[in-house]
Protein backbone atom coordinates (compact mmCIF):
# COMPACT_ATOMS: atom_id res chain seq x y z
CA UNK A 1 0.00 0.00 0.00
CA UNK A 2 1.24 3.51 -1.04
CA UNK A 3 1.73 5.76 1.81
CA UNK A 4 -0.65 8.55 0.18
CA UNK A 5 -3.40 7.49 -2.48
CA UNK A 6 -5.26 9.88 -4.05
CA UNK A 7 -8.50 9.01 -6.44
CA UNK A 8 -7.58 8.22 -9.80
CA UNK A 9 -7.84 10.08 -12.48
CA UNK A 10 -8.39 12.30 -15.02
CA UNK A 11 -10.95 13.88 -13.79
CA UNK A 12 -13.32 16.00 -15.92
CA UNK A 13 -15.87 18.28 -14.87
CA UNK A 14 -17.74 21.07 -16.43
CA UNK A 15 -17.19 24.58 -15.99
CA UNK A 16 -19.09 26.12 -13.03
CA UNK A 17 -19.19 22.71 -11.27
CA UNK A 18 -17.43 21.12 -7.82
CA UNK A 19 -15.02 19.14 -8.14
CA UNK A 20 -13.82 16.43 -5.66
CA UNK A 21 -10.35 15.74 -4.66
CA UNK A 22 -9.49 12.82 -2.02
CA UNK A 23 -6.99 11.52 -0.62
CA UNK A 24 -5.96 9.04 2.12
CA UNK A 25 -2.76 8.88 4.24
CA UNK A 26 -1.30 6.16 6.42
CA UNK A 27 1.32 7.43 8.57
CA UNK A 28 -0.46 8.69 11.60
CA UNK A 29 2.39 10.97 12.50
CA UNK A 30 1.10 13.16 9.82
CA UNK A 31 0.67 16.50 11.59
CA UNK A 32 0.00 19.00 8.73
CA UNK A 33 -1.56 18.37 5.25
CA UNK A 34 -1.25 20.51 2.04
CA UNK A 35 -2.81 20.40 -1.57
CA UNK A 36 -0.43 21.52 -4.52
CA UNK A 37 -1.35 22.55 -7.78
CA UNK A 38 0.81 21.65 -10.75
CA UNK A 39 0.32 23.07 -14.18
CA UNK A 40 1.66 21.00 -16.93
CA UNK A 41 5.60 22.13 -17.46
CA UNK A 42 5.35 23.78 -13.96
CA UNK A 43 6.59 23.45 -10.30
CA UNK A 44 4.14 22.76 -7.73
CA UNK A 45 2.52 25.68 -5.65
CA UNK A 46 1.01 25.17 -2.18
CA UNK A 47 -2.58 26.07 -2.74
CA UNK A 48 -4.32 25.28 0.27
CA UNK A 49 -2.84 24.14 4.04
CA UNK A 50 -4.71 22.09 7.08
CA UNK A 51 -3.52 20.77 10.22
CA UNK A 52 -6.43 20.39 12.58
CA UNK A 53 -10.09 17.93 11.76
CA UNK A 54 -12.98 19.68 9.74
CA UNK A 55 -13.14 22.27 6.92
CA UNK A 56 -10.73 25.22 5.64
CA UNK A 57 -12.09 27.26 3.18
CA UNK A 58 -10.46 30.09 0.93
CA UNK A 59 -12.17 31.17 -1.67
CA UNK A 60 -13.62 28.76 -3.63
CA UNK A 61 -11.10 26.38 -1.97
CA UNK A 62 -12.10 23.89 0.81
CA UNK A 63 -9.94 21.41 2.43
CA UNK A 64 -11.19 18.92 4.55
CA UNK A 65 -9.09 16.90 7.43
CA UNK A 66 -10.32 13.61 9.35
CA UNK A 67 -7.48 12.30 11.04
CA UNK A 68 -9.37 9.31 12.02
CA UNK A 69 -10.23 8.41 9.35
CA UNK A 70 -6.80 9.41 7.80
CA UNK A 71 -8.57 11.10 4.84
CA UNK A 72 -7.88 14.59 3.78
CA UNK A 73 -10.11 15.77 0.41
CA UNK A 74 -10.38 19.31 -1.70
CA UNK A 75 -13.15 20.84 -2.61
CA UNK A 76 -13.12 23.38 -6.14
CA UNK A 77 -16.11 24.76 -6.21
CA UNK A 78 -17.36 27.18 -9.14
CA UNK A 79 -14.44 25.04 -10.99
CA UNK A 80 -12.52 27.50 -14.03
CA UNK A 81 -10.53 26.30 -16.92
CA UNK A 82 -7.69 27.64 -15.05
CA UNK A 83 -8.12 25.24 -12.49
CA UNK A 84 -6.85 22.26 -14.97
CA UNK A 85 -3.85 21.08 -13.23
CA UNK A 86 -2.92 18.01 -11.57
CA UNK A 87 -3.52 18.47 -7.47
CA UNK A 88 -1.24 16.69 -5.44
CA UNK A 89 -1.95 15.88 -1.88
CA UNK A 90 1.12 16.00 0.32
CA UNK A 91 0.72 14.91 4.51
CA UNK A 92 4.01 16.57 6.58
CA UNK A 93 5.30 13.84 9.30
CA UNK A 94 6.42 16.74 11.69
CA UNK A 95 8.88 13.83 13.65
CA UNK A 96 10.42 13.28 10.00
CA UNK A 97 10.56 16.69 8.55
CA UNK A 98 9.42 15.94 5.59
CA UNK A 99 6.27 15.53 3.24
CA UNK A 100 5.13 12.30 1.43
CA UNK A 101 3.43 13.17 -2.22
CA UNK A 102 0.72 11.40 -3.85
CA UNK A 103 0.84 10.38 -7.44
CA UNK A 104 -1.81 13.34 -8.07
CA UNK A 105 -4.74 14.12 -9.71
CA UNK A 106 -5.39 15.60 -13.26
CA UNK A 107 -8.09 17.75 -13.01
CA UNK A 108 -9.88 18.80 -16.45
CA UNK A 109 -12.41 21.55 -16.38
CA UNK A 110 -13.97 21.97 -19.55
CA UNK A 111 -15.33 25.17 -20.91
CA UNK B 1 14.97 38.86 -5.67
CA UNK B 2 13.35 36.64 -2.78
CA UNK B 3 13.02 33.28 -3.59
CA UNK B 4 13.88 29.82 -4.52
CA UNK B 5 16.24 29.20 -7.48
CA UNK B 6 17.52 26.25 -9.62
CA UNK B 7 20.28 26.09 -12.49
CA UNK B 8 20.53 24.90 -14.75
CA UNK B 9 16.88 25.12 -16.18
CA UNK B 10 17.51 22.58 -18.67
CA UNK B 11 20.89 20.22 -19.04
CA UNK B 12 22.17 17.20 -21.51
CA UNK B 13 25.05 15.36 -20.16
CA UNK B 14 26.85 11.75 -21.50
CA UNK B 15 26.44 8.72 -19.43
CA UNK B 16 29.39 8.62 -16.46
CA UNK B 17 29.66 12.54 -16.11
CA UNK B 18 29.40 14.20 -13.26
CA UNK B 19 26.53 17.05 -13.00
CA UNK B 20 25.77 19.31 -10.27
CA UNK B 21 21.98 21.04 -9.46
CA UNK B 22 22.18 24.17 -7.85
CA UNK B 23 19.64 25.44 -5.71
CA UNK B 24 19.37 28.86 -3.92
CA UNK B 25 17.14 30.17 -1.27
CA UNK B 26 16.78 34.02 -0.27
CA UNK B 27 14.57 32.95 3.11
CA UNK B 28 17.11 31.35 5.18
CA UNK B 29 14.52 28.49 5.79
CA UNK B 30 15.70 25.74 7.61
CA UNK B 31 14.51 22.79 5.91
CA UNK B 32 15.70 21.84 2.51
CA UNK B 33 14.58 19.10 0.08
CA UNK B 34 15.20 17.75 -3.57
CA UNK B 35 12.66 15.77 -5.42
CA UNK B 36 12.83 13.97 -8.95
CA UNK B 37 9.62 13.58 -11.03
CA UNK B 38 8.91 10.45 -13.31
CA UNK B 39 6.29 10.08 -14.93
CA UNK B 40 4.47 7.34 -13.45
CA UNK B 41 6.20 8.09 -10.15
CA UNK B 42 5.05 11.07 -8.84
CA UNK B 43 7.29 13.11 -6.77
CA UNK B 44 10.40 11.17 -4.80
CA UNK B 45 12.34 12.68 -2.13
CA UNK B 46 16.04 12.08 -3.05
CA UNK B 47 17.51 14.80 0.40
CA UNK B 48 16.87 16.56 2.69
CA UNK B 49 18.35 19.08 4.91
CA UNK B 50 16.98 20.54 8.31
CA UNK B 51 19.93 22.85 8.46
CA UNK B 52 23.48 23.70 7.23
CA UNK B 53 25.86 20.43 7.79
CA UNK B 54 22.50 18.23 8.32
CA UNK B 55 21.61 16.13 5.43
CA UNK B 56 19.84 12.72 4.82
CA UNK B 57 18.65 10.08 2.72
CA UNK B 58 15.16 10.07 1.20
CA UNK B 59 13.28 7.50 -0.85
CA UNK B 60 16.16 7.44 -3.88
CA UNK B 61 19.57 8.63 -2.63
CA UNK B 62 21.79 5.82 -4.41
CA UNK B 63 24.10 7.88 -7.38
CA UNK B 64 23.23 11.67 -5.63
CA UNK B 65 25.48 13.32 -3.46
CA UNK B 66 24.62 16.61 -1.47
CA UNK B 67 26.40 18.90 0.78
CA UNK B 68 24.71 22.10 2.30
CA UNK B 69 27.48 24.42 4.16
CA UNK B 70 25.48 27.15 3.96
CA UNK B 71 21.54 27.45 4.81
CA UNK B 72 20.74 28.98 1.69
CA UNK B 73 22.45 26.62 -0.81
CA UNK B 74 21.90 22.76 -1.36
CA UNK B 75 23.66 21.33 -4.44
CA UNK B 76 22.88 18.05 -5.52
CA UNK B 77 25.64 16.02 -7.58
CA UNK B 78 25.31 13.19 -9.70
CA UNK B 79 28.41 11.34 -9.01
CA UNK B 80 28.11 9.14 -12.65
CA UNK B 81 25.13 10.08 -14.30
CA UNK B 82 23.23 7.22 -15.56
CA UNK B 83 19.85 6.95 -18.26
CA UNK B 84 17.85 6.26 -14.96
CA UNK B 85 18.65 9.56 -13.52
CA UNK B 86 16.91 11.32 -16.67
CA UNK B 87 14.09 13.55 -14.68
CA UNK B 88 13.15 16.14 -13.94
CA UNK B 89 14.70 17.78 -10.59
CA UNK B 90 13.04 19.70 -7.75
CA UNK B 91 14.40 21.63 -5.08
CA UNK B 92 12.37 23.01 -2.17
CA UNK B 93 12.41 24.28 0.98
CA UNK B 94 10.21 24.91 4.15
CA UNK B 95 9.63 27.39 7.00
CA UNK B 96 8.57 25.90 9.98
CA UNK B 97 5.17 23.73 9.71
CA UNK B 98 4.42 25.32 6.59
CA UNK B 99 4.27 23.85 3.05
CA UNK B 100 6.96 23.75 0.67
CA UNK B 101 8.45 26.39 -2.07
CA UNK B 102 9.38 24.68 -5.32
CA UNK B 103 12.40 25.92 -7.49
CA UNK B 104 11.17 26.10 -11.00
CA UNK B 105 12.93 22.60 -11.96
CA UNK B 106 15.88 21.68 -13.82
CA UNK B 107 15.34 19.10 -17.03
CA UNK B 108 18.23 16.59 -17.04
CA UNK B 109 18.64 14.68 -19.90
CA UNK B 110 21.61 11.79 -19.38
CA UNK B 111 22.26 10.24 -23.24
Known amino acids: QKEVEQNSGPLSVPEGAIASLNCTYS??????FFWYRQYSGKSPELIMS????GDKEDGRFTAQLNKASQYVSLLIRDSQPSDSATYLCAPFITNAGKSTFGDGTTLTVKP | DAGITQSPRYKITETGRQVTLMCHQT?????MFWYRQDLGHGLRLIYYSAAADITDKGEVPDGYVVSRSKTENFPLTLESATRSQTSVYFCASQRDDYGYTFGSGTRLTVV
Open chain 1, 50 to 53: IYSN
Open chain 2, 27 to 31: WSHSY
Open chain 1, 27 to 32: DRGSQS
